[in-house]
């Protein structure tokens, strides 16, 4: 019974009044307990109503059969115009179908046997950093490390390229850092006080992280040249209707939502993954015996991952309790009814797949570990709809397939070769901005598996 950290429920004052108090932008801590047990509910007193909305039912009702009266919320959308542009993730109606219609046939060369061996490659290349520090004991940045690492990976299948090398990941990763702290849509009080639709200024540090990632981006672009057979080339290639391409300015946009879902989001479901193996040694240990079991000592296949059922599950355990997005923020654009209750025109509806996925109504113990709770026999305990790490309906993420593979092969392959411990006695606490990670950083070491 591994209960992993989370914010302790409390009432709704008491929650906002942690949040104001600890001043770090996280959303969890505005949490109430009542939160966890609602079907439909508003959060507290806001200037502007906002819900939040659990039921599965009422779920598709906002995020599928209604969409277009709920469309990305104005404060996601304002948050990530400047790392993202207008583009796929937060667009809306006519904009974001022509933009899906271009984006989805590059997409498709994402299939996951064309790009497992460069995915193999990246990790390989992991696996040999972690052996050097295996030998010299060295602590380092869990949260670094996979956010290197992701960004590898998608450095190899997007743009054909290794050339974001480990200044640079350390870096990206610091302006992510930057980002996620400081951008407005994580700042309470204008969560609480600001009107509806409000322009809300982006502070110089965030305007700067966004130009620095947007301009690593470029470079990437660029350096994927003519003849290249890659995402980014094939996105640059593509057309509307009516003959019309993306200009550079927005294949950077696209390229950005492409970077953000397959790094940053990846980077902190991983993160919580090697956290919670560093002190369950039982879960190692049954990971290590089927991965053994399937794919002897040897290299790790492309086949082989769709065979590793157990570290499949608890990828989706960890994606259960830490899911990438926290958040799914969507705006009311008309007086509206949701579950029998009015809706105001400007309200803020939240579906939270962090609530969703630990309700007490839809999960036996839910803030318990439990791999096991995705097993077959106990699919009876599953309600359908109250599982969505990757979002749903037509905006469901489509690189969810991609993203599931690459982190069976990572867990699998570096708890092959390595055990993972907590380099110190630290507290550990999640936090939701954007994506959900630790408020700091998690510092681990690794030993070669077995030594003592």
């Known amino acids: 019974m591994y209960l992993p950290p989370r914010p302790k429920p409390l009432p709704a004052v008491v929650s906002l009044m942690r949040a104001a108090l600890r001043g770090d932008g996280n959303l969890l801590d505005l949490l109430p307990g009542s939160a966890y047990r609602m079907d439909i509910g508003t959060l507290g007193w806001s200037r502007r109503s906002t819900f939040i909305v659990n039921r599965p039912d009422l779920v598709r009702h906002v995020l599928i059969e209604r969409e277009e009266i709920f469309p990305k919320s104005d404060l996601m959308v304002h948050a990530l115009k400047p790392l993202i542009g207008d583009s796929i993730f ?4 006519a904009t974001w179908k022509r933009q899906r219609e271009m984006v989805d046939p590059a997409l498709s060369m994402m299939r996951i046997n064309r790009a497992f061996p ?3 490659a990246g990790v390989e290349d992991c696996a040999t950093h972690l052996s050097k520090k295996a030998t010299n004991g060295e602590a ?4 670094l490390l996979m956010s290197h690492l992701t960004a590898d990976i998608i450095c190899r299948t997007v743009f054909s390229t290794q050339r974001l090398d480990e200044g640079a990941a350390h870096e990206v990763f610091e302006a992510f850092t930057i980002f996620e702290r400081s951008v407005a849509q994580v700042e309470i009080k204008r969560l609480v006080l600001d009107k509806a639709w409000t322009d809300v200024p982006q502070k110089p540090e965030v305007l700067d992280a966004c130009r620095f990632i947007r301009a ?44 953000l879902a397959g790094h940053e989001t990846s980077a902190s479901a991983l993160t919580w993954v090697f ?7 039982e ?16 290299p790790i296949s492309f086949e082989q991952t769709k065979k590793l059922i157990f570290t499949r599950n608890v990828f989706r355990e960890t994606v259960r309790l830490y899911p990438p997005i926290t958040f799914l923020p969507r705006v009311a654009l008309e007086d509206s009814e949701i579950g029998g209750r009015f809706v105001k025109r400007g309200a803020l509806v939240i579906v939270s797949p962090w609530v969703l996925h630990r309700h007490e109504k839809y999960w036996r113990d839910p803030d ?21 790490p990757f979002g749903t309906g037509p905006r469901i993420c489509s690189g969810a397939a991609f993203a599931s593979i690459e982190a069976v092969l990572i867990i699998a392959r570096l708890v092959q070769s390595f055990d993972f411990t907590l380099a110190e006695d630290q507290p550990v606490r999640p936090a939701a901005r954007l994506t959900t990670r630790p408020v700091k950083q998690v510092m681990c070491r690794v030993r070669q598996a077995g030594a003592p």
Request: with cysteine; hydrophobic share 40%.
């Open 140 to 143: 380092f940045s869990l949260d």
């Open 90 to 93: 937060v667009s809306s109606g």
């Open 216 to 259: 690593q981006i470029g470079a990437l672009l660029d350096e994927s040249g003519q003849g290249c057979d890659d995402i980014a080339r094939a996105l640059a290639a593509v057309h509307d209707t009516q003959g019309v391409g993306f200009t550079r300015e927005e294949l950077i946009d696209q390229l950005g939502v492409l970077f």
């Open 118 to 120: 460069a995915m193999a």
């Open 275 to 281: 956290f919670i193996l560093a002190s369950q040694p």
């Open 368 to 388: 318990v570990f439990d791999p096991d709770r995705f097993l077959p026999e106990r699919e009876s305990e599953m309600t359908p709809g109250a599982y969505i």
């Open 283 to 298: 879960i190692v240990a049954r990971i290590r015996d089927e991965v053994r079991n399937v794919c002897g000592e040897g």
